[in-house]
């Protein structure tokens, strides 16, 4: 049975690296709101303790790590949060996984979840996601995770992933959106994290295998970014979001790019819940 998370959830850096208070009380919101899942990047950084406050600070709320570097967090802090939160609050953190950079992320990953199934205290398969663009990632998703939690793909790349993972895996999608109509000012505020992920290789190679040239990726070119982000007005983003839900996705995570502050997006947040979840 495929991981319960919901079908429309939220990402946010802010939420994971901003003001302590400011974080929980969007948190809370979001909840309010009707989002099931609050998803809190890692970065390159242990965000774990954050992760436990917004579980701490909320009632129902599922808390995705998106995603925990397992080159850089041990598997034995991993744990350690999990086996702290899952007794009073079982099953809200979902352990996502991923980050393995270099030459073997496999084989990486594979002796990173070798450590969560064995030593003590042990992280489930079916409590943890991984990190998944390509064929080799997805099957080891599929076959030691409870699902894959996939970025800046298209609804076709997301078909052929369910095709792979199977009906009993989940399939979380981030979906990158700009809620500004006008083109030229939403494909630049976009081109900001797109620009910066083309230049990771697992997302150029996965930009090719869905059909753009060394030169969209190279330019981070409008035909990209239209592609695999979603911006415009309120009803534009929920077409992207019902396309990938029609392709196979369980869940879309819902990251608002903003160019304003770094506070959490609650406004953002706020209008799509309106037409998404309401």
Known sequence: MALQVGSIGVMSGEVSHGDR?????????????????????????????????????TRTLSVGSAIIPVIVVPA?????????LEPTDPGRFVVGLGGAHGPNPISTLSAYL????????????????????????????????AGAFPILV?????????????????????????????????RARAWVPVGFLKNVPAYAANFRRMGFTDDDIEQSSDRLIDAVTAWGDVASIAARVRDLHAAGADQV????????????????????ADALIR
């Not at 995570?253 to 799509?272: E, F, G, H, K, Y």
């Open 154 to 186: 298209t609804p076709e790349w997301v078909a052929d992933a369910r095709a792979r993972l199977g009906p009993d895996r989940a399939l979380v999608v981030a979906l990158m959106v700009v809620l500004e109509p006008d083109a030229a000012r939403a």
């Open 114 to 145: 070798d450590r969560l199934d064995t030593e003590q205290p042990v992280v489930p398969a079916q409590a943890r996601v991984l990190a998944a663009l390509g064929p080799r990632m997805l099957e080891l998703a599929r076959d030691r995770a």
């Open 253 to 272: 995570a819902l990251n608002v790019i903003s160019d304003t502050d770094d506070a959490p997006p609650v406004s953002v947040w706020r209008q799509l």
């Open 21 to 57: 208070g400011a974080a929980l009380d969007a948190a809370a919101e979001a909840e309010t709101l009707g989002y099931s899942t609050i998803w809190l990047p890692g970065s390159q950084t242990n965000n774990l303790p954050r992760i436990t406050d917004v579980v701490r600070a």
């Open 76 to 84: 034995e802090e991993v744990a350690a949060a999990f086996a702290d």
